[in-house]
């Protein structure tokens, strides 16, 4: 009861004004005015996704402008350069987020939610929200080769052997291919990136941690060595695991800079931490004109002791594409557009659907209708069953499916998609879902404005 009498409102505002800050109170009040009254002004997980995404925004504004010479994401590289068009004045902007180039893949399993992400230049993100992997080549007299830093490199799907990003970047006689796909060990799913990298010169591959992703800043905190050298452990968590041992590594902390200014005489060492979180490692392996490397980087994504049971779930892409409706076509853009569209349809929905890997990774019923309507569509009826069987158990007992408070079109959505399930395969409703659809009904018919209030909105939801 002590909340309803206690002064917030009064606090909040003397608080704001006291630092020089606009009223919350009576921004919030003002923007209400713009739309009609509603029991919550906007879905909850909007603001805070949107918190999130401003919080990394403040974090990229102190760590990327102060600290240019250090290598980036490609989008960083693209977006901070005042010579490139997708540059973006920053002068009056308190954050800095990535506004040009969102536009990196997934890769993975059917039925696994794990999706390692590529960026438009290779950069691999293999944990959701964390740090990445980067690969250059650096020749003995100093050129280099750092894909994110180049106009242009060719990059590619492969679905004949699954689902897999291929990146190639070539310049001055320096080739560097890489491949990511997620792969099952023993049971588990892991990572897997091969890296191709020859050389016309003697030169160095070299296989980068860095403490950023597409999004930006992702702190790394500690690295240490794995026993043998031929890998890393990162924040005491994750494992970085190389399948021949590095002739060199090096390591940095934020107050040294990026590892990329050390590698002419990287100092080795079993490992390194930093308290602002910006650790920076280097893998080294030698090249030359006679010597081409291969290397592939092992990252597992689960830490069971159980398998995943292949019982329940599809964990290759030849069981999970095994009813999907095929196109055959002599336009190789439709072809690929189609076979792409299918295969992020299986990937996104390991169990609860989701519009996209990363920012998008999140369920909504008002994206999930849709998706589903386009798997029944493409004959993946078992997925869209399985996870119209969720439904249900996101409701509440008033009859509300609620993915996030204020999703006022859930409902609907929710109740068409059934429908054209039903319709779609010619089925009967499900018993386990009749008494959801009938409660969904009544929440949608007891919410509505009355219809006797004269509005011309009368009898719609608020």
Not at 26 to 34: I, K, N, S
Not at 302 to 312: A, G, L
Not at 391 to 411: I, M
Request: net charge positive; glycine share 8%.
């Amino acid at each position: 009861m002590w909340k309803k009498w206690f002064p917030w409102r009064l606090i909040v505002r003397l608080g704001a004004r006291s630092h020089g800050f606009l009223d919350p109170i009576a921004v919030l009040t003002q923007l209400q005015q713009f739309g009609q009254p509603s029991e919550v002004l906007a879905p909850t997980e909007l603001l805070r996704a949107g918190a999130v995404l401003q919080a990394r925004g403040l974090m990229n504004s102190q760590a990327i402008q102060h600290n240019l010479d250090w290598v980036w994401p490609y989008w960083v590289e693209r977006q901070f350069n005042p010579r490139d068009p997708a540059f973006v004045p920053r002068a009056f902007s308190l954050t800095h987020i990535n506004l040009t180039h969102r536009n990196w893949t997934a890769v993975g399993l059917p039925d696994v939610s794990e999706f390692p992400l590529v960026d438009p230049r290779g950069l691999l993100t293999p944990h959701f929200d964390g740090w990445s992997l980067d690969a250059w080549i650096i020749t003995e007299k100093g050129a280099e080769l750092i894909p994110c830093r180049l106009p242009e490199i060719g990059q590619t799907v492969d679905f004949k052997s699954g689902w897999a990003v291929e990146t190639l970047a070539e310049r001055h006689g320096l080739c560097l291919r890489s491949r990511a796909e997620v792969v099952m060990a023993s049971g588990l799913p892991a990572c897997r990136w091969t890296v191709e990298a020859t050389a016309d010169v003697k030169a160095r591959l070299v296989i980068s941690l860095r403490p950023c992703n597409p999004e930006g800043v992702s702190f790394v905190q500690t690295v240490q060595m794995l026993p043998g050298r031929a890998g890393w452990n990162v924040n005491r968590r994750d494992r970085v695991q190389f399948d021949v041992v590095p002739e060199q590594h090096a390591f940095s902390y934020y107050r040294r800079g990026d590892v990329h200014r050390l590698l002419a005489k990287p100092e080795g060492g079993d490992g390194i931490g930093c308290r602002v979180g910006l650790v920076t490692a280097a893998a080294l392996f030698e090249l030359g004109p006679d010597r081409s490397r291969r290397v592939t980087v092992h990252i597992p994504l689960k830490e069971k002791t159980r398998p995943i049971s292949r019982d329940s779930v599809f964990t290759d892409w030849d069981a999970g594409l095994r009813n999907a409706c095929r196109l055959e076509t002599n336009h190789s853009k439709f072809q690929f557009l189609y076979d792409a569209a299918v295969r992020t349809m299986i990937l996104h929905s390991p169990g609860e659907v989701y519009p996209g890997p990363y920012t998008y990774k999140r369920f909504w019923f008002r994206d999930a209708a849709f998706i589903l309507h386009a798997m029944l569509c493409a004959g993946l009826t078992e997925r869209a069953e399985r996870a119209l069987d969720r439904f249900p158990s996101r409701q509440t007992p008033l009859g509300y499916f609620v993915s996030q408070d204020g999703e006022w079109d859930s409902n609907g959505q929710a109740l068409w998609i059934m429908r054209r399930f039903c319709e779609m395969t010619g089925r009967k409703t499900k018993g386990s879902w009749r008494s959801s659809i009938l409660r969904g009904g009544r929440w949608i018919h007891k919410k509505r404005l009355s219809g006797r209030s004269g509005l011309k909105h009368a009898g719609l939801l608020p």
